[in-house]
């Protein structure tokens, strides 16, 4: 049987014509899941080939998941699906509403061809260095939230250099990779420029940032901002416990800690937008219509992952600060 044939002076690249015909191979049902390729030395002993240029088709097809490699043994059919053209590991921090949506609406803009893995890393540095260990050499891209984890971007690195997206958060040790990302400091900075009007009916703005999962950007816009414009402000750590004052507005990067704060609003029989005020972290649905609106700094998660499905199959290697806004509601 005739796996693969080479044609001279056709004007397409021997590895893609190693490729195309394993491909055209599998599609005629020739070749089955499991079923031994020819060695890479007897296909350069074949076709006078470097022994590169086979290596090169094997692996993009390895990396498509269509082929495996078992070490000392050679490479096997995995997949009959040739139609899959990229595959693509995705490896978030952790699944909540804003990364489903930017989830959902990569997905939806990536098109046909396209097999995605998603993992999540749980701001684990052991668990996302494991993940990324394991996935290299295996994909044909790899889009990674890398958040504020120490030693990541050298974790990052050992993947293949021109294969590899930052999504969400990037950093000056990642700044070689392309990336789609958000600049926390400008962003609340300037959302809280536009709230200004507004906060200057308040006497002091208070942000709760716990510092483990959020960007440390996020704290250094808001001191930035009440620096600038002289507000009497305060960073704590943690909720809990605290009362609440009239004249107070705070800024909250954490679900968790909204929830809190309300409820304790509602025993200290204060009002929302009133006596105190809130500038909540990220836009949901919810955030609409709880305690009849809740103002909101956020980042368009949507187009976030629209963008980035658009850099991926045009080939683009760009670094784009995603936009961000100040929606007003009823809580400031």
């Known amino acids: 049987m005739k796996i693969i044939s080479i044609q001279n002076n056709q004007g397409v690249p021997k590895y893609k014509q190693i490729i195309s015909s394993i491909e055209k ?32 088709a094997y692996e993009e097809l390895k990396k498509r998941g269509i082929i495996y490699a078992i070490l000392g043994k050679g490479y096997y059919i995995k997949s009959t699906e040739v139609y899959i053209k990229q595959r693509i590991f995705l490896l978030f921090e952790e699944l909540n509403i804003f990364k489903e949506d930017l989830y959902n609406s990569f ?51 050992t993947l ?20 789609v990302y958000q600049n926390h400091l400008t962003d609340i900075y300037n959302g809280l420029i536009k709230g200004k009007s507004r906060l200057n009916k308040y006497q002091k703005l208070i942000m709760i940032f716990p510092g483990f999962r959020e960007p440390l ?50 025993l200290q029989d204060l009002k929302l937008g009133t006596d105190f005020g809130i500038i909540s972290y990220n836009e949901t649905p919810l955030k609409k219509i709880v305690e009849n609106g809740i103002t909101t700094i956020s980042t368009n998660f949507e187009d976030m992952g629209k963008i980035l499905a658009q850099m991926i199959l045009k080939g683009k290697k760009e670094q784009i600060e995603n936009k961000s806004n100040l929606i007003i509601r009823n809580s400031l």
Not at 160 to 166: A, G, L
């Open 25 to 56: 191979t599998i599609e005629d049902g020739l070749l089955k899941k499991d079923e031994k390729l020819p060695s890479i030395n007897k296909v350069c002993l074949e076709f006078s080939l470097s022994r590169d240029t086979v290596l090169q």
């Open 160 to 179: 293949p250099v021109n294969e590899v997206y930052i999504l969400d958060q990037t950093n000056p040790e990642l700044k070689s990779f392309p990336a």
């Open 107 to 157: 997905m939806e803009n990536i098109g046909k061809g396209v097999e995605i893995d998603i993992f999540f890393h749980h701001f684990n540095l052991q668990v996302f260095q494991k993940l990324i260990n394991d996935s290299n050499g295996n994909y044909t891209k790899y889009v990674i939230m890398p958040t504020n984890l120490v030693g990541a971007a050298a974790i990052i690195k």
């Open 217 to 266: 950007g996020m704290k250094m816009g808001f001191e930035k901002f009440c620096t600038d414009f002289a507000f009497d402000h305060e960073i704590i750590t943690e909720f809990k416990n605290r009362e609440i004052k009239k004249g107070e507005v705070y800024i909250i990067p954490t679900d968790r800690d909204l929830v809190q704060v309300i409820e304790k609003a509602k």
